[in-house]
């Protein structure tokens, strides 16, 4: 059964970073995904990175300033935060995929992934 446990997240200033981490046993054998849900607003996609690490994607809205990595001798995902903004306030999920594919056209849609960490709070202040 995929297990997966995420750490980093916080409260930081406008303008700071974090780095938010997902581990999972397993690992290499998953696309995996960075998911936010705010209150009382629904789960969206907030980046996506191949099994190898090859391929990434983003949204839009964290284009520029988010970065996905993963380290598979480590078993983990890494989401690194940068001038974060109020609106990037959320509950932060982690999510795995078994796949082996190259491409990360489904891989933006919480319904395509199989496994679900248990969310880690980012709050940014103003």
């Known amino acids: 059964q995929v297990q997966l446990v995420e750490s980093g997240g916080g409260l930081v200033q406008a303008g700071g970073s974090l780095r938010l981490s997902c581990a999972e046993r397993?690992?290499?054998?998953?696309?995996m995904g960075w998911f936010r849900q705010a209150p009382g607003k629904e789960r969206e996609f907030v980046a996506s990175i191949i099994w190898s690490g090859a391929n990434t994607q983003y949204a839009d809205s964290v284009k520029g300033r988010f970065t996905i990595s993963r380290d598979n001798a480590k078993n983990t995902v890494y989401l690194q935060m940068n001038s974060l903004k109020p609106e990037d306030t959320a509950v932060y999920y982690c999510a795995a995929r078994r796949t082996s594919s190259s491409s990360t056209y489904v891989l933006t849609s919480p319904s395509n992934f199989d496994s679900w960490g248990q969310g880690t709070q980012v709050t940014v202040s103003s």
């Open positions: 397993t690992f290499s054998s998953y696309a």
